[in-house]
């Protein structure tokens, strides 16, 4: 995964979230944005994979494959945001009950529409996970 390059004049940003449908995602996106950037103190960053991501990290499994990836980020999807980076804490479970209307997968959580849940909890679970994320970093 890389972040993509934007041509002179554009912003792959602006044009992944002018290309969504529904005015409440847009919506929802911006705010996803505004919190993550605030948390992180990083930009928006669109990676391929449609992944709007902030900050950078150094990970290494034990089976020897590395890479970089932002420790914070998400995805608009159809009907839904794929959130990135939420559940690396220790902290998380006892957030998520608390979080609203979810869904969790391997390693993202998913919400519908930010009104469904509590946005002091996943800010809450952002910081954590951002924090918790970054105190692993793999740098060489």
Known sequence: ?????????????????????RAEQRA?????????????????VLWTGRIVGFGLYHYRYESGHEG???PL?????KGKFALYGLLAS??????????????RGVS?????RLSDVDLEVLGELAR???AHTMDHDHRP
């Open 1 to 21: 995964m890389q972040p993509l390059d934007a041509a002179p004049g554009t912003s792959p940003l602006e044009e992944l979230l002018g290309s969504l449908d």
């Open 90 to 103: 220790p902290e998380t479970e006892a957030l998520l009950e608390r979080l609203g209307k979810h869904r």
């Open 28 to 44: 929802d996106s911006q705010v996803l944005v505004e919190l993550f950037s605030a948390l992180t103190g990083h930009q928006a």
């Open 73 to 77: 980020g998400f995805s608009p999807r």
């Open 108 to 112: 993202c959580l998913y919400v519908n």
């Open 128 to 130: 954590l996970g951002y």
């Open 68 to 70: 970089d990836a932002p």
